[in-house]
Structures are given as structure tokens and as C-alpha cells.
Antibody, heavy 121, light 108 residues
Framework: EVQLVESGGGLVQPGGSLRLSCAVS????????MDWVRQAPGKGLEWVGR??????????EYAASVKGRFTISRDDSKNSLYLQMNSLKTEDTAVYYC????????????WGQGTLVTVSS | EIVLTQSPGTLSLSPGERATLSCRAS???????LAWYQQKPGQAPRLLIY???SRATGIPDRFSGSGSGTDFTLTISRLETEDFAVYYC?????????FGGGTKVEIK
């Protein structure tokens, strides 16, 4: 059974940092693209960024709103995806989901349950 | 960036009725790389339709997708009580990946 489980959310002050994790199981992690998608309270979905698979050298891509502040990484030995968030702003407050895609041009077929990040003083 | 505009914002219907949701793109979506997701309160989105018209695994056949280029439609032929939720379209053909703003299907 495919599972994605996020952790690491919480309350952080503006300008602070936080690292989210996504532990996966039930599939070969290195074969898949992995993304982060967020949802501000009461709002729609926003793509945050992606890590390509091993065959594509784990290269990353980011939304303009987080580029230079957020970094995606992964550890295949731990079957885990990470999102390092620095210089956090109040507008980064959201539920953060990790999601799986088979390749670049593929939909998100599995999602985690999400973890809430609140940026507030 | 491809902007996706969903309409209507809210659809009020009764169980058994047909729902038609629209997703319009600001420019052509490459190879019809468009998906539809369903989201219920407190839950993650669930993939319903991909490549504009292919049903994801386990999705009932009352859900269907159509369209190409810039105009796409999700149709629910006969609404069941469990179908009342928010629906999002997403294009995955070009970067950045983008989502529509969502359509809420509520019980009338």
C-alpha cells in the first residue's frame, strides 16, 4: 500500500525556519518525482516545488513565490522527502502536502495527509 | 504561467442531478495534461481524472472528463451524497504546475 506521511509542521515566527518531512512507503521512492503542494486556510491549492527522480538526477524546481527561500531534498536510504523553509512569511501559513507523480507530465496520484505550518508572531 | 479559471465558484444541486464543472486555461494545455481532483473537508485531494478524460484507478464511471486546448469539463452524471465536495483542475504540462481556484459542489 502506498503511503505518504508528512511531519514537522508547527508555529514559527516570521523570518524563522522550519523543516518538513515526508516519509513514504509502498513504492520505489527513487523512481518517482515528488512534489510539495500547499493550501492556505480556506483557500485553493498552490504548487510549491518538485524533486525529479533518480533517473533525472534529483533536480529541483520551485514556484516563484518560494524560490530562494525553500529547498527540497530527499534521502532515498530513508525513503524521505524534505522541505527546508527559511525566511518564512505570514503568507506561507498553510497545510503542506507531499504528493507523488510518475514523471514530469503526470498528475499527483498519491498525497499525504498534510502538515500545518503557521507563521505568526 | 498557465492560469486556470474554474466556474462556477459554487454549484448547488440535489442528489441524482447532473453536475457540469468548467476549467478554462489562459493558454493551450500541452497534450491535454489536465487533471481533476476532489477534496473533502480535512482531507487531502484525490485524483479523479487525468489526461483530461482518463479516470484514475477506482473512480466510479459517473465521473467523466472532456476537453482539449483551453476548455475542459468535469461531469458527474448523477450526484451521490459523497460527491459533495470541492473540485480542482490542474495542468501538469508546463512549469510552473498550476491549479484552478476550485468549484464547490454543495447540496441544494
Amino acid at each position: 500500500e502506498v503511503q505518504l506521511v508528512e511531519s514537522g509542521g508547527g508555529l514559527v515566527q516570521p523570518g524563522g525556519s522550519l523543516r518538513l518531512s515526508c516519509a513514504v512507503s509502498g513504492f520505489t521512492f527513487s523512481d518517482h518525482y515528488m512534489d510539495w503542494v500547499r493550501q492556505a486556510p480556506g483557500k485553493g491549492l498552490e504548487w510549491v516545488g518538485r524533486s525529479r527522480n533518480k533517473a533525472n538526477s534529483y533536480t529541483t524546481e520551485y514556484a516563484a513565490s518560494v524560490k530562494g527561500r525553500f529547498t527540497i531534498s530527499r534521502d532515498d536510504s530513508k525513503n524521505s522527502l524534505y522541505l527546508q523553509m527559511n525566511s518564512l512569511k505570514t503568507e506561507d501559513t498553510a497545510v503542506y502536502y507531499c504528493a507523488r507523480a510518475d514523471r514530469w507530465s503526470a498528475p499527483f496520484d498519491y498525497w499525504g495527509q498534510g502538515t500545518l505550518v503557521t507563521v505568526s508572531s | 504561467e498557465i492560469v486556470l479559471t474554474q466556474s462556477p465558484g459554487t454549484l448547488s444541486l440535489s442528489p441524482g442531478e447532473r453536475a457540469t464543472l468548467s476549467c478554462r486555461a489562459s493558454q493551450s494545455v500541452s497534450s491535454s495534461y489536465l487533471a481533476w481532483y476532489q477534496q473533502k473537508p480535512g482531507q487531502a485531494p484525490r485524483l479523479l481524472i487525468y489526461d483530461a478524460s482518463s479516470r484514475a484507478t477506482g473512480i466510479p464511471d459517473r465521473f467523466s472528463g472532456s476537453g482539449s486546448g483551453t476548455d475542459f469539463t468535469l461531469t458527474i452524471s448523477r450526484l451521490e451524497t459523497e460527491d459533495f465536495a470541492v473540485y480542482y483542475c490542474q495542468q501538469y504540462g508546463s512549469s510552473p504546475l498550476t491549479f484552478g481556484g476550485g468549484t464547490k459542489v454543495e447540496i441544494k
